[in-house]
């Protein structure tokens, strides 16, 4: 009951609205940042970075794009992965992959305010 | 009416609607997106941690490959988000009958041509 309401339902798809908003709101603000943003360097970079509205919104950019990616990735396996051990071990990689990578990029935005 | 078997068909005369390639494109871009992301991480954690990661980040992003590999990703950015948009206005029921969506579908690659010559001209040249 539990795996399949995992699977089903308003939630994935509520999910996916929402965070697909987020992030294109802050893709929109991005470009901007860049497209205004001239000869910026390293040190430019780092300070855009570490402006705490700036941090917060990449670290939220973050969530929202693995919550997104979980949501696509979980709806392509479903129709294309039939067989049930193959299904699982799709869901797991694509789970690692997105784990891994947020615990990466919250170690990139919580250690970069230190050195 | 019984059908003579096998059934023989054409797939060449079978046409995708614009609205289903518009669709799958949104899926096929979604999908190199995902595997776009820990490159992404990785080149971002270059880039913060020293000036010297910052700039072999930057020469990373000047290799003739990855210049390639970054127009797919552009493309996939640009048409995911146009066809997501496309997506959204149609939960609201918003183009949702034959004649709209296939509009919306040809707006979806028309926006999505015009912002990519924009950047290849702009960005890339």
Redesign the interface.
Same mark, same amino acid.
Do not use: F
């Given at each position: 009951m539990s795996s399949v309401y995992v699977l089903h339902g308003l939630k994935p798809w509520l999910i996916q609205?929402v965070s697909?908003?987020y992030i294109?709101l802050f893709?929109i603000y991005s470009v901007f940042s860049l497209a205004t943003a001239g000869d910026a360097?390293?040190?430019q970079?780092?300070e855009w970075?570490l402006h705490p509205l700036n941090t917060i919104a990449v670290g939220l950019f973050t969530i929202a794009? !693995?919550l997104h990616?979980w949501v696509?990735?979980r709806d +392509?396996i479903l129709d294309y992965v039939h067989n049930t051990l193959i299904r699982m071990m799709a869901f797991t990689l694509?789970i690692v992959? !997105?784990i891994?990578?947020g615990i990466?990029?919250a170690k +990139?935005l919580l250690l970069?305010v230190v050195? | 009416m019984t059908v003579k078997r096998p059934v023989y068909l054409n797939l060449f005369k079978i046409r995708l609607p614009t609205t289903g390639i518009v669709s799958f494109a949104h899926r096929v871009s979604g999908f190199l997106l995902f595997l776009a992301i820990p490159f992404s991480i990785y080149v971002l954690d270059l880039s913060v941690t020293s000036s010297q990661g910052y700039e072999q980040g930057l020469q990373l992003l000047q290799q003739p490959v990855i210049r390639i590999i970054l127009l797919l990703l552009v493309w996939a950015i640009v048409h995911h988000m146009l066809a997501g948009i496309r997506y959204l206005l149609l939960d609201f029921d918003i183009a949702i009958d034959k004649a709209g969506s296939n509009m919306t579908a040809w707006t979806v690659i028309v926006a999505e041509v015009c912002i990519m010559a924009v950047y290849v001209w702009g960005v890339m040249l």
């Open positions: 609205r697909a908003v294109a893709v360097g390293y040190l970079w780092r970075l794009l !693995l990616a696509g990735m +392509i694509v992959v !997105l891994s990578s990466w990029s +990139i970069s050195i | -």
